[in-house]
């Protein structure tokens, strides 16, 4: 991930500094330098209004890859609670509440979070899933402690399914293609006007402009990662759900 950051921050450095030798050499530097001062206006109006664009989205996905990171911990603290508290009942019930809480966190682990990248969850933890929803409706109550208990339980298993239509939700990017398609044509647009910047010399026009494509690029990058929560290096790991193994008593999977 760092070397792809690497090429698509520094390609568009590169070629953006290119471009910006190309048209000093084909438009004078006198041609370019009558129009710095209304030019510079007309560029700050844009770069402000596309900076505050930028920003707006940033904000977005990064609200968004919180809440997926949050949402893993609620989703997998149901589990050691949904185990622990199936001691309570009779030895069929507690042995398949303690088997399906073991095996839903094991199938999240190693079978869907893979799957996730893709924005797909996984067929094996769906199937749990509905074992665990049978499973709620077959447990018998016999006293009112087991009543409490069972109250707790059928609450825990609702979170797990609605955390985890959440989780599978947010594992689809949130930012649509034609906004993608704005975003990227309007950096380019801005780094574009940058060139017909009139500079006597070619060292510190090319340094703005690399400069300007360096951020332009980083940004929309970063965007890009933040917007795929279960993937690249911004990733949400499922460490919640290999805690909640420990918790259980249970090794973990293998890597």
């Known amino acids: 991930m760092l070397l792809q950051s690497v090429l698509v921050v520094g390609g568009t450095v590169i070629v953006s500094v290119?471009?910006?030798y190309i048209v000093t050499k084909l438009v004078p530097f006198q041609a370019r330098a009558k129009y710095n001062e209304v030019s510079g206006y007309f560029f700050a109006a844009c770069g402000a209004f596309y900076a505050i664009l930028v920003a707006f989205v940033v904000v977005a996905v990064w609200e968004d890859l919180g809440a997926a990171r949050a949402n893993t911990y609620v989703e997998a603290n149901a589990l050691p609670g949904l185990y622990f508290a199936s001691t309570a009942f009779s030895d069929k019930?507690?042995?398949a509440f303690q088997d399906i809480a073991v095996a839903y966190a094991r199938a999240v682990i190693v079978d869907e979070w893979p799957l996730l990248a893709e924005g797909k969850g996984s067929p094996k933890v769906e199937e749990v899933a509905k074992k665990m929803r049978r499973a709620i409706v077959q447990v018998e109550v016999t006293d009112a402690r087991q009543e409490a208990l069972y109250s707790a339980m059928i609450e825990r298993v609702n979170t797990i399914g609605s955390a985890r239509r959440d989780r599978?939700?947010?594992?689809?990017?949130?930012?649509?293609?034609?906004f993608w398609v704005g975003l990227i044509v309007g950096g380019a647009l801005l780094i574009g006007f940058a060139l017909f910047f009139g500079t006597e010399r070619f060292l510190p026009h090319a340094l703005m402009v690399g400069v300007l494509a360096m951020l332009v690029s980083a940004s929309l990058l970063f965007t890009h990662l933040m917007d795929h929560p279960f993937t690249g290096a911004a990733a949400v790991s499922p460490e919640a759900f290999r805690i909640a193994l420990s918790q259980m008593g249970q090794p973990l999977p293998l890597p």
């Open 18 to 20: 290119l471009a910006a």
């Open 93 to 95: 019930d507690k042995a």
């Open 168 to 178: 599978l939700n947010e594992a689809v990017p949130s930012i649509p293609r034609f």
